[in-house]
């Protein structure tokens, strides 16, 4: 019998005498505790390092002409496309590690430790999604700086910082998904594959990549509502410049019922895992 079998589910009355200055306290140092892991463990930066670099480079070299040639330009009007657009595809991708992570330490007997602790049980799951933030930033940072290698040119610095904090709370919000899955999940390669289920038609599916004016109509539904369009295009609108209030509201909105939504959901599964 697993040792997560073994673990008792937590009474939530005992995690509501925590007061919210020992959550904050408790939540600091599981922080820290994940960034020391980071640290033995390196490896597990490869995706928030490499992952900017080889996309961007990838679709500026390699679609960037034709498409920037369907937009009216060339390879530098592509990038002044894809650029902030990618933005968005990067908040999705790093949400997805913290449902495999959040497995692996159930699997490894951590989250049984943790759940015997008295301390707040939700400061293990803010806990894991603000060292995901913390990676999502250094993914955002290091893309941005490829793109402006490659040609991108920032025209509104006050939009780009906005563009970050609206990327962050999608991610958040999409990270509170993961983890669910990765409480109700058996094993971590289940969690990827039901992330890149989910990742693909919502990527491919949307303005992130390519303008969806000749998809089909069906599909350019399908992208209207598609939240990775719409925070796609926010950015492309305050970093560029265009119309962004629409798109920002919108993702605000996904973004908030999101969270919502799955944020007690995740946090009750993990407090009544067996």
Do not use: C
């Not at 390699?62 to 496309?81: E, R, T, W």
């Amino acid at each position: 019998m697993s040792a997560t079998t073994l673990a008792p589910p937590l009474r939530p009355e005992a995690d509501a005498r925590i007061g919210l200055r020992s959550h904050i306290r408790h939540t600091g140092a599981l922080v820290r505790r994940n960034l020391l892991w980071i640290r033995q463990d390196p490896e597990s930066m490869f995706d928030a390092v490499m992952m900017p670099i080889v996309f961007t480079l990838l679709f500026v070299y390699v679609f960037g002409g034709s498409i920037g040639q369907a937009l009216g330009g060339g390879k530098d009007q592509y990038v002044q496309y894809v650029v902030p657009g990618m933005m968005a595809m990067m908040s999705m991708n790093i949400a997805m590690a913290v449902g495999t992570g959040f497995n692996q330490d159930f699997q490894n007997g951590i989250m049984d430790r943790f759940r015997t602790l008295p301390i707040g049980q939700g400061s293990v799951l803010f806990a894991k999604i603000v060292v995901e933030l913390m990676r999502l930033l250094i993914a955002t940072t290091i893309m941005m700086i490829v793109g402006v290698l490659v040609g991108f040119d920032i025209t509104d610095w006050g939009g780009l910082f906005a563009s970050v904090g609206l990327s962050a709370m999608f991610g958040t919000s999409i990270m509170w998904i993961f983890l669910v899955l990765g409480v109700t999940m058996k094993s971590a390669q289940s969690v990827q594959a039901m992330g890149f289920l989910v990742l693909f038609p919502l990527q491919f599916g949307s303005s992130v990549f390519a303008p969806t004016q000749s998809m089909p109509g069906w599909l350019q539904a399908f992208t209207d509502y598609n939240p990775l369009s719409t925070l796609a295009d926010s950015a492309r609108g305050l970093m560029v410049g265009g119309p962004a209030a629409h798109a920002v509201w919108v993702t605000v909105i996904w973004s908030a019922a999101l969270t919502l939504v799955m944020a007690p959901v995740a946090i009750h599964k993990f407090r009544t895992k067996n």
